[in-house]
């Protein structure tokens, strides 16, 4: 790949492609060593070293970023006042990222961060039906045929119901942590239990604003907690703890 370096520079963050050029024109700018001054300069990054103010930087097309996304982190790329979740990607290296579709901000867990839009594309097209699995710790009672009232769409003020959702109903804490083995349970979600009344596993296939939350409501219920644990085949790392991210390979986006 060749790439002019003021483009080089602004992807990698140094800037506005107007500060960029000006940054170059003023020597702050090695390539191999030498300095340059030559803005519309072509290069090919993966065999030149280049060096900003002496510092060598490095360059990536493109990033992919695994983030255990906490509560209370909006999901945006940036904003005036509130810290974002691209924020959180401390060592990013490009300042074009984005999150890959979107969680409520008290909603946690797995959020892909990269800068590929046809990946995201793939991920997020409504016609591609990718699963989302989340776990919801929920209060009040859920009707009997909670399960099939999911499976057949629910009607949550939208133009249309939703789209078949799969739900897995754990009465009671105790039911949980029987059904997984002791390195499985989740002990963020369990932090959230006190005072409710069941836990579940529910996948869906679309994306609409606070679409889990409007479907417990609608079934009378409440969503205390919510967090997701997968994307298609993209799974969040338990190992994770909520803040914490990794970087990825674009194969193990897994699309
Ligand atoms: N459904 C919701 O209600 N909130 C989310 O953050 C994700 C799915």
Do not use: W
Not at 60 to 80: C, N, Q, W
Not at 111 to 138: F, Q, R, S
């Amino acid at each position: 790949m060749i790439i002019r370096i003021d483009k080089y520079l602004a992807d990698l963050g140094f800037g506005t492609r107007s500060e960029v050029r000006s940054l170059v024109k003023s020597g702050s700018v090695s390539i191999n060593e030498e300095i340059t001054k030559d803005v519309g300069l072509r290069i090919d990054p993966e065999n030149v070293q280049v060096k900003v103010k002496g510092k060598a930087v490095s360059y990536s097309e493109y990033e992919y970023y695994m983030l255990y996304k906490p509560a209370g982190v909006i999901t945006a790329s940036s904003d005036k006042r509130e810290k974002t979740v691209v924020d959180l990607i401390e060592s990013r290296k490009r300042r074009d990222l984005f999150p890959v579709g979107r969680l409520d901000r008290d909603t946690e867990g797995l959020l892909l961060i990269t800068n590929d839009g046809e990946l995201a594309h793939k991920l997020l097209a409504p016609g591609k039906h990718v699963d989302k699995k989340y776990m919801a710790v929920i209060s009040g009672e859920l009707p009997e045929d909670v399960v099939g009232q999911f499976e057949k769409g629910l009607d949550i003020g939208d133009e249309k119901p939703t789209k078949p959702a799969r739900l897995r109903v754990y009465k009671t804490k105790e039911e949980y942590i029987e059904s997984f083995s002791e390195t499985m349970v989740d002990e963020y979600l369990l932090e959230h239990y006190e005072g409710a009344d069941h836990i579940c596993e529910i996948i869906i296939t679309e994306g609409r604003y606070h679409e889990i939350k409007r479907m417990f409501e609608v079934v009378g219920c409440k969503v205390e907690y919510l967090k997701r644990y997968s994307m298609g085949k993209l799974e969040l790392d338990m190992s994770l703890r909520p803040g914490e991210y990794k970087e990825i390979s674009r194969a193990e986006c897994g699309i």
